[in-house]
């Protein structure tokens, strides 16, 4: 299903979001992955911050912050078909950074499906938000705070915390009998939130450089957008720990990736390889299932199935169908 909207079931866990969310009243900006259902997540579980008296009126819709795989529920609407139907609907929306294209998800584009791509976009959009705030400190907020709604898949891009991205994997196989998740690729729940701030807000500061998990670019934390969950976030959710650190979050991206395989899900990683050497102009587009790459090199690329006999990219879309993006209270 392409670019689905929310399910009843859905409208009812945002509903939940918004009764039990506890800072409605501190929050002065709600940015938004375009996709529709991350739309309507934002609009139904902070309505109450809209009337707050210190959140700007509009939800930004941030391309940056779509989800990571190419399939069609991770797929958005053209611009012109988004805005008619915010517009009919009365969505307070921002469409403005929304332009065409933005849902072309081609190899060699910056919406590519590709670790190397989900890691810079994952990078502009933190600096975006981090940019916003400091705009926001200047025009007189003390302490302000966005919300930021988005995606499973993407939000470990985004944060650049892969701890439990095989939460899913782990449940079906019985090895942590207390994690389930809803959705493969994700150890992120349906409309779950957690709190972050940034490392560092101070351009001019010495901050130590720090190398990206999928980047060779030495940055400090500043240039990075680094983020840092909350002790009390990560104590919320059961975590007794502070956050790792750099080099277990690299190992823990690598086991990400055979994990997303094992689950029948698109593995971002291998995106994009050549099956032939001196192939580079004809690489395929490979979903990776486990025990087999699934790929008919006479007649281009086999649907992925996953253990169930079911085409992979349907089971995910139907799993996906109710899927409420994910909420990140990021604070500063």
Known sequence: ???????????????????????????????????????????LSFTPALNNGRCQQNIVALPEMQESSDFPCDTGSDPHQLAEEMAENHVPVDLSLVKEGWNVKKLDSKWAPTSEALSKRA?????????RILDLQKGGEKSPEVVVVTHGG??????????????????????????????????????????????????????????????????????????RETNESRARRGKEEPQHGRDKQAELFNAAMWGWKDQGTQNPDKIGEVEEEGDEEEALLRV?????????????????????GESTADAVAKERERSR????????
């Open 288 to 308: 990776l299932t486990k025990g087999s790459e699934n790929v008919d090199k006479k007649g281009g690329e086999a649907p992925a199935t996953d253990r169930r």
């Open 325 to 332: 993006s994910l909420s990140v209270r990021v604070a500063a």
């Open 123 to 131: 990078r502009e959009a933190r600096i975006y938000i981090r940019d």
């Open 1 to 43: 299903m392409h670019d689905p909207s929310l399910t009843p079931f859905g409208e009812q866990q945002c509903a939940a979001l918004r009764e039990t969310f506890p800072y409605h009243d501190k929050l002065c900006l709600l940015v938004s992955s375009p996709l529709r259902r991350t739309i309507y997540t934002t609009l």
């Open 154 to 227: 993407f939000l470990h891009y985004f944060t650049e915390d892969w701890e439990d991205s095989g939460a899913y994997n782990a449940y079906k196989n019985d090895r942590i009998n207390e994690l389930r998740w809803d959705i493969p690729g994700t150890g992120w729940r349906n409309t779950e939130y957690r709190s972050f701030n940034f490392a560092d807000l101070n351009p001019s500061s010495t901050s130590e450089s720090i190398k990206g998990t999928q980047s060779n670019e030495h940055l400090d934390d500043y240039e990075n957008a680094t983020l």
